[in-house]
Structure formats: C-alpha cells, structure tokens
C-alpha cells in the first residue's frame, strides 16, 4: 500500500571546499580548526519511486567559485541504480548555485520548491551584492522557463511530494529554504540541506554565516528537531561527517555514497 512505504536515502557527495572553522559560525569559532564542507546531492528511493533533493554545481562552476567537483552528481546516481532522466520529481531545498544547477540532468522532471524562494531569487534582496552572492542568475532563469514550461510544483510551507515525503518552510538560510521529512524503516528522517550545513550548526544553535535571517534560521533548527524522530535523524546539508557516520551504500562507494536510512555508526 503506497501508505506503507518506507524509503531508503542515499546521500551522494560530489564536490567538496577545504576551510577553517572561524568561516562556519556566525560569531567565528575560538578552535580555530580545519572544518571542510562536502557538497551532496540526496536520492530518496522506494522500489516504485525515486525523488531527488537538489541537483549541485557542474565542473564549470567549480572552477569559477574555487570549489573541487569531484564527480557529477549523475555518476554517484547510476552507481546506485538511479537513471536521472527516469526520475519524476526533484525537490530543490533552495536555489543557492550549489543546489540546483546541472539543469539538463533531470529531463523529465517536476522541480518542486517554495513561493518564498522564487520571490527571494527574483525580487529586491538579489539587488543587494551581500545576499545574491550564492545565487547565479542562469539558475534562476532556468528556473523560471520551467515555471513557464509547467515544469515547476510551489509549496507554501508544508507540502506532500509523495506518501511519507514532505516539504517544509524553514527559511533562515534564504527566506525559501524548505527541508524534506522522509519516512524510513528507521523512523522519521530529515533532510536539513542548509538548514544546518554541520552538526554543529543545530546541535549547537550557532547559526552559519550566510543568512537572510538569524532568527529563521535558530528557530529552523527547533524545527528540524520536531520533524525527525531523534537528533540522530537528523542530516546536515555539508558536513563530512555523514559520510563517517553512515555506511557506504556498497564497498565500493566508501567517501562516496552513504546510506542514510541504515542505523549511524556513532551518535
Ligand atoms: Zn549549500
């Protein structure tokens, strides 16, 4: 019964940016540390389904923005049997460059995000050079021929994509970010993306320094607590620690492909 289904999710790393930790926390980080970002895309499957949430950056974009691309987000996908032009839905958690480019990736596809995120990406906060730093412009434009080709799905906070698949508005991050609440065999997942970009960003309440509103984003972090069913359901949208913490989805895609419904090796 489609009620019943539990998902499986698969967190795919494809790029990644060395840095300090100072640069992860609004008011800096007296350990000044190494504290690096991994860049993912997630695949969330059912054995009659596969929706993706958000689509990276392509090798181009890498080099313009000083980021390493590791792979394209469509090879960590075959690897785990997805056929990107098969897939019908992709949820894009916000429209900052690293989320939603690789627009030729998914040719069938429904793009679902939210009304607040159009109108953040396209109205007078992209005047200000501080807030549209980690937007592109061909993202957004794209994003508007899908609207007009019937290609985009607009969530105003909650919405179902799927049985056991919701949308949520948290904003903070940009004033359209929307998080995914996943049922698993192992309970209720969330899928922050930048909700939180580390553990330490919700575990800690610290909010990360790109940020259209401090306060959206501390009270996101509540609210990624009240949709997951414990801290530990709970993924990050950059942090290398998932990989450690998850098992690979096969020996061969150990630092690549993590299984996120399988139980953490730590807490
Ligand atoms: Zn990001």
């Given at each position: ?40 895309v997630w ?42 032009d098969q897939v019908e ?179």
């Amino acid at each position: 019964m489609p009620d019943d289904i539990d998902y499986e999710i698969y967190a795919i790393k494809y790029a990644h940016l060395f840095r300090h930790s100072p640069e992860n926390f609004i008011a800096g980080d007296e350990h000044d540390v190494p504290m690096p970002l991994d860049y993912f895309v997630w695949a969330i499957k059912s054995p009659r389904k596969t929706l993706i949430l958000d689509t990276g950056f392509a090798p181009a974009m890498g080099v313009k923005r000083g980021r390493q691309h590791i792979r394209s987000p469509a090879e960590g996908l075959k690897a785990i049997g997805v056929e990107p032009d098969q897939v019908e839905d992709v949820i894009i958690s916000h429209m900052h460059y690293d989320h939603c480019g690789n627009h030729d990736l998914f040719p069938r596809a429904r793009y679902h995000l939210q009304d607040r995120e159009m109108a953040y990406c396209t109205g007078r906060c992209m005047g200000h050079a501080h807030l549209r730093g980690a937007f592109e412009v061909d993202d957004v434009v794209q994003m508007i021929r899908r609207i007009f080709d019937g290609r985009a799905v607009f969530h105003d906070g909650a919405g179902q994509i799927a049985p056991g698949i919701t949308v949520h508005h948290v904003g903070g991050h940009t004033s359209g970010l929307q998080v995914v609440r996943v049922r698993t065999r192992r309970g209720w997942m969330v899928l922050a993306s930048d909700a939180s970009h580390f553990y330490a960003n919700f575990e800690q309440s610290r909010p990360f320094p790109v940020v259209a509103s401090v306060v959206e984003m501390l009270e996101g972090y509540r609210t990624l607590h009240d949709l997951a069913s414990s801290r530990q359901h709970i993924i990050p949208g950059h942090d290398p620690l998932v990989l450690a913490r998850y098992p690979a989805a096969s020996a061969g895609l150990a630092g690549i492909v993590a299984r996120l419904d399988a139980d953490p090796a730590t807490p």
